[in-house]
């Protein structure tokens, strides 16, 4: 019995010193270049915050950090490969709602845990979303477009950048607050969608304001409520969806960093703390003020717990509406 015990316990000490962790524990770190995986196309909102990021960060880690665009499946492409990496530290990606709120009730079945199969590093900020329309319908402000979508149920319709999307859910939440009924038109992206929102084709949508900021403030679209806890500063005179009476209605979409579960301790506090140096960088300051974005700096526990509620927060909307995606 006691040889048995001796050889178990030199096996398990030969495999930790084999192990991937025994570069990423040790003082050196980070020693190799960072993949920093972005689950959608490049060119897109996520990809240039994280291109900001990165670059804003490489100064600090001393390393130099690649971004890896993985698009597809509604994040699931890009989440996976970061599930299934080794948990050294050299693979880390931008998640949003997509990945830590939404798909795990859209989805019968993911090939990823969003609670259990990362290791959360940090929020890097949110952006709320705006009710806007077409500037020659009807309705002029918020109170008037409630009536005229009451009185003239299924007969609207609404834009999004796709089913499953924040601004999707962002317009189901708003209906089932106010309980009206309007009809869903999928986009294949935001710009096609504000397009045709701009064009008159369909009236309304929820835009974030990292995509429709420069046409709201071209008054390309008329902003009836934005979606925060507060009015933006960028747009004063929009009042919140909670001021015009939809209580328990904040929509926002928000961004974060993650790597695969099991990453040293050291490591993450590594990142997290050269990621919230980041955000106070004047580059980085000025990609979320011109996206709107609201900087989160904040601790790994902080991230995972706004991700858990929010998660929570919207499984029930999901399931009110009957959205799935496979």
Known sequence: ??????????ASGAALAASPFARAQSANYPDQIIKW???????????VIARSLAEAMRQTLGQQIVIDNRPGASTNIGADLVAKSKPDGYTVMSADNAVLAFNEHLFGKLPFNPERDFSYIGAIGKFPLALVVNPDFPAKDFKEFLAYVKANPGKVNYASPGNGSPHHLAMELFKNRTGTFITHIPYRGAAPAMADVMGGQVPCMFLDLASGLPIMQGKKVRVLAIGSGARNKLLPDVPTLAEVGVRDAEVFAFQGVLG????????????????NKAMSTPAVLKRFADFGMEAMPGTPQQFQQ??????????PVIKAAGIKLD
């Open 1 to 10: 019995m006691q040889r048995r015990h001796l050889l178990a316990t030199l």
């Open 37 to 47: 995986v972005v689950p959608y196309p490049a060119g897109g909102g996520t990809d």
């Open 260 to 275: 695969p579960a099991g990453l040293p301790a050291n490591v993450v506090s590594r990142l997290n703390g050269d990621l």
């Open 306 to 315: 706004l991700a858990r509620a929010e998660s929570k927060r919207w499984g």
